[in-house]
Structures are given as structure tokens and as C-alpha cells.
């Protein structure tokens, strides 16, 4: 079982930066594939982007290549997605998940879901 806490969120400004962290539970965190997510209210939840186990691999939406960045540090139990060049289209609540597999180019197969931290984008 792994349990997942983010954190991070708030308000943006358009061009600006955040940074989330997610907090994991658990002595095997450096064995899961990793992820975030987003969601905004009426849509489905969409991929952003996913780390492989040692952090050498990463994946990333099209939508925010180039601005954001995903980052694991497995002594610390925590996974960061650090968004910059915010754009209002970026609101959305932020869910961090873990996978078993190390298939982190695949959006699928995710196990374990945090609850969520919002981010809001003025422009």
C-alpha cells in the first residue's frame, strides 16, 4: 500500500511558477513509476507527466512540455512537478499517483491516487 499527499498548490499568475510536491508513504517508494495528473470540474482526469523509478525517464502531455518539469527523490519518499511559464488553462486540481509498473510512458495501470491540491491560473 502506498499512501500519496500533495502539496503546493494555490494561486498562479499567467507566466509565473509552482511547484507541487507529493509525499509518499511506504519504504518501497523507489520501486513505483509515479505520475500527476489534472482534472477540471465536467472533464476527465488527463495525463501531465510520469517518472520512471530512478528518475532517469520521464514523459510528459504535449501541453506542457517545455514548462514543466518532473522530478523524484527517493531518500525523501517525494515526487515534484515544478510548472513554469503558468498559463490559466493549467487550472486544474493536481492529483499525484504510483504505479508498480515501470511502464512510465504508459497513462495507465496507476494504483494509487492522493487526494488532490488545486491550482488556480489568473491571467
Excluded at 509565473?16 to 513505483?32: I, K, M
Amino acid at each position: 500500500q502506498v499512501q500519496l499527499v500533495e502539496s503546493g498548490g494555490g494561486l498562479g499568475t499567467a507566466g509565473g511558477s509552482l511547484r507541487l510536491s507529493c509525499a509518499a508513504s511506504g519504504r518501497t517508494f523507489s520501486s513505483y513509476t509515479m505520475g500527476w495528473f489534472r482534472q477540471t470540474p465536467g472533464k476527465e482526469r488527463d495525463f501531465v507527466a510520469a517518472i520512471g523509478w530512478t528518475g532517469g525517464s520521464t514523459h510528459y502531455a504535449d501541453s506542457v512540455k517545455g514548462r514543466f518539469t518532473i522530478s523524484r527523490d527517493n531518500p525523501k519518499n517525494t515526487v515534484y512537478l515544478q510548472m513554469n511559464n503558468l498559463q490559466p488553462a493549467d487550472t486544474a486540481v493536481y492529483y499525484c499517483a504510483a504505479k508498480i509498473s515501470d511502464r512510465y510512458q504508459s497513462r495507465m495501470g496507476y494504483e494509487y491516487w492522493g487526494d488532490g491540491t488545486q491550482v488556480t491560473v489568473s491571467s
